[in-house]
């Protein structure tokens, strides 16, 4: 999924859980509200339908994001096998199918939004997981893109899902990484007009290239960029990377 921090966006598919946390240490939340990653899990669960139509278009208005993919897609190549983890309702996934890619799949923690990718998107491969004990082979994929999934994870959690996406890459594998630009957390209860228990763990660009090199890549492009009119004001981060062995 996407970035939707205020305006219910830029969170694509939260791996928290699902999507990054299959095993990652899961702080539980206070007062029975269940762990952090079933918080995520639950509150993707309650907006997917309103998510899918409110974001799943998103990309049409999104050029810079668009060059992105295309250029992760083309040093992949024709033919290459991608995954886009924390893939929301599945429209990243389904735009990098249509741009020559051969087998794409997409993970995500919430099943209400893998459900909606498989009824949308019959191209693409969906699997429920998280981004700490991703559901796939060692070395299955030639690149990855985890867009506004890595901002789900907990205080220690970075690394060890950077290190559980380097697992899931072949050698020299590429990988795109998004994320709001910040040290706070935003809390949400309210999304859309649906009740709701979600964190967004903004990033500092530096601590995420220190921790893709600290789990085996190596980065080859960094950017950031201004929010887009439609888009909730913060400023975004893009990391490419590359694995190095």
């Not at 040093?75 to 794409?104: N, S």
Request: charged share 25%.
């Amino acid at each position: 999924m996407d970035e939707r921090v205020e305006d219910g966006g830029e969170a694509r598919g939260a791996r928290a859980p699902d999507a990054g946390a299959d095993g990652r240490a899961e702080a539980a939340s206070a007062a029975g509200g269940g762990t952090a990653h079933e918080r995520v899990r639950r509150s993707y669960d309650t907006v997917a339908g309103e998510y899918r139509a409110r974001i799943g278009d998103e990309l049409a208005g999104k050029p810079l994001d668009r060059a992105l993919l295309g250029a992760l897609a083309e040093e992949a190549g024709a033919g290459a096998a991608v995954a886009d983890l924390g893939c929301g309702p599945g429209h990243v996934a389904a735009w990098l199918a249509g741009r020559g890619a051969g087998t794409v799949v997409g993970v995500d923690l919430s099943p209400a939004m893998v459900a909606l990718g498989r009824e949308s998107y019959p191209e693409v491969e969906f699997r429920t997981g998280n981004l700490l004990r991703l559901p796939a082979r060692d070395g299955e994929f030639d690149a990855a893109v985890a867009l506004y999934s890595l901002i789900h994870l907990g205080p220690g959690e970075l690394l060890p899902a950077l290190t559980e996406i380097r697992r899931v890459l072949r050698p020299g594998g590429r990988l795109l990484v998004s994320f709001h630009i910040g040290s706070e957390t935003h809390h949400l209860d309210q999304w859309w007009g649906h009740s709701v228990d979600i964190d967004f763990h903004y990033l500092e660009p530096a601590a995420v290239a220190d921790a893709l090199r600290a789990a085996g890549f190596r980065i080859e492009a960094e950017l950031e960029r201004a929010p887009y009119p439609h888009e909730a004001e913060t400023r975004r981060g893009y990391l490419l990377a590359r694995r190095t062995d």
